[in-house]
């Protein structure tokens, strides 16, 4: 299963005069894991839509920053 928010743990120099970050993420967007855009696919209401971003609901994803919980976004 493929997830959106990606982990990777880059190196951290002894020598740095800065505390170093151990663990940093990045997100992927969902088309990475569609290769190709199937028939029927469910779609937001145009008002959903121009909230979202995207006419279709598994193209949809939020973004949340570093300093935020992935509590809110929009709901359907």
Same mark, same amino acid.
């Given at each position: 299963m493929h997830t959106h928010q990606k982990v990777y743990h880059p190196y951290a120099s002894p020598f740095d005069p800065? &505390? *170093? =970050? !151990?663990? &940093?993420?990045?997100?992927? *967007? *969902?088309? !990475?894991? =569609?290769? $190709?855009? *199937?028939p029927n696919l469910p779609q937001f209401s145009p008002l959903e839509a121009l909230r979202a971003g995207t006419l279709? &609901?598994? $193209?949809?994803?939020?973004?949340y920053n570093a300093f935020e919980k992935a509590g809110g976004g929009l709901t359907t």
């Open positions: 800065c &505390k *170093p =970050i !151990l663990e &940093k993420t990045y997100s992927t *967007p *969902p088309h !990475l894991y =569609i290769g $190709f855009q *199937p279709w &609901k598994d $193209f949809y994803d939020p973004y």
